[in-house]
């Protein structure tokens, strides 16, 4: 398991609409020790993010309600110390 400073695991947010996609995107990364999280639409992501602190989030550009970037503007607003990497 992958810990950060605070000696809690590492917690990623995966977000992409391709189901196939997701759930290997979620394997591989739950084998290298975070906590993952996944969801397909920015609405799913919100919503975790509104009951859940995620250090990190790997985010799809084109999503079914709105894109990568968007998403990643409302998650910083509710999550400033979040980490972002778009694909």
Not at 36 to 55: G, M, N, P, Y
Not at 74 to 82: A, E, F, T, Y
Request: charged share 25%; aromatic share 8%; net charge negative.
């Amino acid at each position: 398991m992958i810990y950060g400073l605070d000696n809690l695991p590492r917690r990623l947010l995966v977000v992409d609409d391709d189901p196939a996609l997701l759930q290997m995107m979620c394997w591989t990364f739950s084998d290298m020790g975070y906590l993952v999280e996944a969801a397909a639409s920015c609405d799913e992501a919100i919503r975790l993010a509104s009951t859940q602190v995620f250090e990190f989030a790997l985010v799809d550009y084109h999503l079914p309600d709105g894109n990568g970037l968007e998403l990643m503007e409302r998650l910083s607003k509710q999550q400033p110390d979040l980490r972002s990497v778009h694909e």
